[in-house]
């Protein structure tokens, strides 16, 4: 079973699109999928999108929501509990979806082929800045400066070798999920960095798969900033001290 986690918050614009194009992924045999929503203490429309969204699928998706919004760390730390508390298998995994409609859900495939060939204790990222993806705007390029340097950061206090830590798309094993959940704290998008020093820590390897990506900018929703970076920073080095690593 594959968990895919979609935090949300004030997202009614993209919502029902972005369900639509999960559920229509083909994944592969023998992966089947469980869509989990959770409404971060969204506005009216969105709170609607959602209801309308549980009410038209049924039990292929899940939606819970947050009475306030807490973030998107806690988004994420309420859909992982939720994924774990119904996973009942070794192989089961999760992977994360943002809601804007920035990335294309038929990458799962990739991301799963490479998750099957990968031993276990290995976790599979998205790269969205390979070859193929050149930034389109001034914007985009600042975007990706800023990220490829929490990554360099990231790597350097973690040990992996990876292009793009921040990417929304990172699978993991549910077993591997379960040894990292109880080091996961950060509310808003800290999260991100936290993730990969937790695997890391925990001595989960990460393997990278380009992926698709159509960024916004801030006028067409984008929600993370500056102040959300410089968090990221301070999560990067405090988690260093305060994740135990797993002893060798």
Same mark, same amino acid.
């Given at each position: 079973?594959? &968990?895919?986690?979609?935090?949300? &918050?004030n997202?009614?614009?993209t919502?029902?699109?972005?369900?639509?194009?999960?559920?229509?992924?083909?994944?592969?045999?023998?992966?089947?999928?469980?869509?989990?929503?959770?409404?971060?203490?969204?506005?009216?429309?969105?709170?609607?999108?959602?209801?309308?969204?549980?009410?038209?699928?049924?039990?292929?998706?899940r939606?819970?929501?947050?009475?306030?919004?807490?973030?998107?760390?806690?988004a994420?730390?309420?859909?992982m509990?939720?994924?774990?508390a119904?996973?009942?298998?070794?192989?089961?995994?999760?992977?994360?979806?943002?809601?804007?409609?920035?990335y294309?859900?038929?990458?799962?495939?990739?991301?799963?082929?490479?998750?099957?060939?990968a031993?276990?204790?290995?976790?599979?990222f998205?790269?969205?800045?390979?070859?193929a993806?050149?930034?389109?705007?001034?914007?985009?390029?600042l975007h990706?400066?800023?990220?490829?340097?929490l990554?360099?950061?990231?790597?350097?206090?973690?040990?992996?070798?990876?292009?793009?830590?921040?990417?929304?798309?990172?699978?993991?094993?549910c077993?591997?999920?379960?040894?990292?959940?109880?080091?996961?704290?950060?509310?808003? &998008?800290?999260?991100?960095?936290?993730?990969?020093?937790?695997?890391?820590?925990?001595?989960?390897?990460?393997?990278?798969?380009?992926?698709?990506?159509?960024?916004?900018g801030?006028?067409?929703?984008?929600?993370?900033?500056?102040?959300?970076?410089?968090?990221?920073? &301070?999560?990067?080095?405090?988690?260093r001290?305060?994740?135990?690593?797993?002893s060798?």
């Amino acid at each position: 079973m594959l &968990f895919v986690i979609m935090p949300v &918050f004030n997202e009614a614009a993209t919502l029902r699109e972005c369900v639509e194009r999960v559920l229509m992924v083909n994944l592969p045999q023998p992966w089947s999928m469980a869509l989990l929503v959770i409404d971060d203490g969204s506005n009216a429309p969105t709170q609607a999108a959602s209801k309308s969204i549980a009410s038209l699928h049924g039990e292929r998706v899940r939606v819970l929501r947050h009475e306030r919004n807490r973030g998107k760390g806690a988004a994420l730390q309420t859909g992982m509990a939720e994924a774990l508390a119904l996973s009942h298998g070794e192989l089961d995994a999760l992977i994360i979806q943002d809601a804007d409609l920035e990335y294309d859900p038929n990458d799962y495939i990739r991301l799963l082929s490479a998750l099957d060939a990968a031993p276990s204790g290995t976790a599979v990222f998205g790269n969205r800045w390979h070859a193929a993806h050149a930034p389109a705007s001034g914007y985009a390029m600042l975007h990706r400066l800023a990220n490829r340097s929490l990554t360099i950061a990231s790597n350097a206090l973690t040990g992996l070798r990876i292009s793009d830590m921040e990417c929304c798309y990172k699978l993991m094993r549910c077993t591997d999920l379960r040894r990292i959940k109880p080091h996961l704290t950060e509310q808003r &998008f800290g999260i991100e960095p936290q993730i990969a020093a937790a695997l890391a820590a925990q001595g989960v390897s990460v393997v990278e798969v380009p992926v698709s990506y159509a960024p916004r900018g801030v006028r067409a929703g984008k929600k993370i900033g500056p102040r959300d970076a410089l968090r990221a920073l &301070f999560v990067i080095l405090q988690s260093r001290f305060d994740i135990p690593r797993k002893s060798r």
